[in-house]
C-alpha cells in the first residue's frame, strides 16, 4: 500500500495546485457541434483548423483505404509494414513542399511527437553535435532533445540576436536549431526568415515544426514555408496530419539525404509498426482537398472567422495577444479563475479548453480558443458575447 499512497501523494499535490486534467468523451465526430458526453456543444477547441477530420470525402477514402489495404500494417517499415499507400502519400508530400527545399524527399510518421524525436535524435546523434532549441517549443522538440545524444541549449523567445551569438560561439560539429513555427499556445510566429539566415550565416540545419502551419497557411496550404516564402538547403520541415489534414500522422520533409538518414538510423521511425495504410490513403484525399479550390475557401472563411473574434471581443482584464492565426488565446492569469471561467462556459454548452502549467508559464493559465473553417459566424459571435460577458463578471480575486 504505501507505493500507492506515494502515487495518490503526487495526486493530491496537483490537485491542490488546480492542476489535475480531466477528459471528456466525445460521443461524436470532431466538428463544432459536437455530443461530449452525452451532451450537444459548441466546441473551440481542436486542431482541426479546416474541419476535415469529418470530412465525407476523407471518411470515404478512410473507408476505401482499409477496403484496399486492410485495417493494419502489419510490421514497421523497414520490415514488410510500407503499403503503396504510405509510399505514394510521401511522393504527394514531397511534390507539395519541394518548391520550399531542395531535392526534397518526405517520410510518414504515425505522429507528430514521433516524428520530432525522430529528426532530432538522427540529426543530434553526436555527442559533439548541438541543438539550439527555442524557448517555447513544444514538448515533443524538448524531449527529442533531451533524447540526442548533442548538446543542447535553449534560447529565449524570439530572440534571433541571443540565437545568433550561441551560434557563432559554438564549436559544435553540426548545428541544428529548432523552432515551433507557431506557438501553439499563444498562436504567434517565430521569426523564420531571420532564423532561417542565421542558420545559413553559421552553417546550421533549422528545423521548422508547423503542426499549426500545414494546411492552414501560405496561399496552397503548403504552411509556414510558403507563407514566409522560404527555400534553402538547410531547412527541416516537420509537418503534421492530425490537426488541419484533418487524419493523423506527421511527416518530414527535406533534402533526399536527410530523409534517408532518417529511414536507416531514426529509432522513432525504425522500431514502431507503420501506421495503418488506410490513414495514408485517407490523407491523398485530405490533401486534394488543401491543394485545390475547396482549401482555398476554407482557409478564406477561417481568416474572417478570426477578424470577427477580434471585432466582437471586449476584454477589459483578461490578456489577448495578438495572434494572426487559428490559435486564439485569452490570457486569464490565475489556475483557478481558468478553470472557473471554462466550467461557466461549459454550463452554456460551450467548449473551450483552459490551459495551465506546465503547458504555460506559472501564471499565464488561459482559454485557448481554437477556430475552424466549419465554424460559422454565428458560433464565433455567441462565444464572444459569452466571454465578454463572462470577464465583467468575474473581478479577480
Ligand atoms: C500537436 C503538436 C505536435 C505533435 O503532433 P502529433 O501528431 O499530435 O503527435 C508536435 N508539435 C507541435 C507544435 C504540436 O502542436
Same mark, same amino acid.
Given at each position: ?77 523497414? #520490415? ?6 504510405? *509510399?505514394? @502519400?510521401? %511522393?504527394? +508530400? /514531397? =511534390?507539395? &513542399? ?83 513555427? #507557431? ?6 510566429? *517565430?521569426? @523564420?526568415? %531571420?532564423? +532561417? /539566415? =542565421?542558420? &545559413? ?98 482557409? /478564406? ?97
Amino acid at each position: 500500500m504505501d507505493l500507492i499512497a506515494q502515487v495518490q501523494g503526487k495526486l493530491d499535490a496537483l490537485a491542490a495546485q488546480s492542476l489535475t486534467r480531466r477528459r471528456r468523451s466525445a460521443d461524436s465526430p470532431c466538428a463544432p457541434r459536437q455530443v461530449v458526453d452525452g451532451r450537444p456543444m459548441l466546441a473551440f477547441c481542436s486542431n482541426d483548423y479546416l474541419g476535415l477530420a469529418a470530412h465525407p470525402a476523407v471518411v470515404a477514402a478512410l473507408r476505401e483505404g482499409a477496403e484496399l489495404y486492410g485495417a493494419g500494417s502489419g510490421a514497421s517499415h523497414l #520490415v514488410s509494414g510500407h503499403s503503396r499507400a504510405h *509510399a505514394l @502519400l510521401e %511522393e504527394r +508530400l /514531397a =511534390a507539395f &513542399e519541394a518548391p520550399h527545399l531542395f531535392d526534397a524527399k518526405a517520410l510518414y510518421f504515425c505522429t507528430g511527437y514521433m516524428a520530432n524525436l525522430a529528426t532530432l535524435t538522427a540529426l543530434g546523434a553526436d555527442a559533439d553535435a548541438m541543438i539550439f532549441s527555442e524557448a517555447l517549443n513544444h514538448a515533443s522538440l524538448i524531449d527529442g532533445a533531451r533524447l540526442a545524444k548533442a548538446g543542447v541549449t535553449v534560447y529565449p523567445h524570439g530572440d534571433v540576436a541571443a540565437l545568433e551569438a550561441k551560434l557563432a560561439a559554438s564549436t559544435a560539429s553540426s548545428k541544428i536549431v529548432v523552432t515551433d513555427s #507557431v506557438f501553439s499556445m499563444d498562436g504567434v510566429f *517565430a521569426p @523564420l526568415p %531571420e532564423l +532561417l /539566415a =542565421a542558420c &545559413e550565416r553559421h552553417g546550421a540545419w533549422l528545423v521548422v515544426d508547423d503542426a499549426h502551419g500545414f494546411g492552414v497557411l501560405g496561399r496552397h496550404g503548403r504552411g509556414a514555408l510558403e507563407h514566409f516564402d522560404l527555400r534553402s538547403p538547410n531547412l527541416v520541415y516537420v509537418g503534421t496530419l492530425g490537426k488541419a489534414a484533418g487524419v493523423g500522422g506527421a511527416f518530414v520533409a527535406a533534402h533526399r539525404a536527410v530523409i534517408e538518414l532518417l529511414v536507416q538510423r531514426a529509432r522513432p521511425y525504425i522500431y514502431t509498426t507503420a501506421a495503418p495504410p488506410a490513414l495514408a490513403h485517407a490523407l491523398l484525399a485530405s490533401l486534394d482537398i488543401i491543394a485545390g479550390e475547396e482549401g482555398l475557401r476554407r482557409r /478564406a472563411h477561417l481568416s474572417a472567422l478570426i477578424a470577427r473574434l477580434d471585432e466582437a471581443l471586449r476584454l477589459v482584464r483578461w490578456q489577448r495577444p495578438f495572434s494572426p492565426t487559428a490559435i486564439q488565446p485569452i490570457v486569464i492569469g490565475a489556475n483557478d479563475e481558468a478553470l472557473r471561467v471554462a466550467a461557466s462556459l461549459h454550463e452554456q454548452g460551450l467548449w473551450v479548453p483552459a490551459i495551465r502549467p506546465p503547458t504555460v508559464a506559472p501564471g499565464t493559465a488561459r482559454l485557448r480558443v481554437t477556430l475552424c473553417a466549419a465554424h460559422t459566424e454565428q458560433d464565433v459571435a455567441q462565444l464572444a458575447a459569452a466571454l465578454n460577458q463572462l470577464e465583467m463578471e468575474r473581478p479577480s480575486a
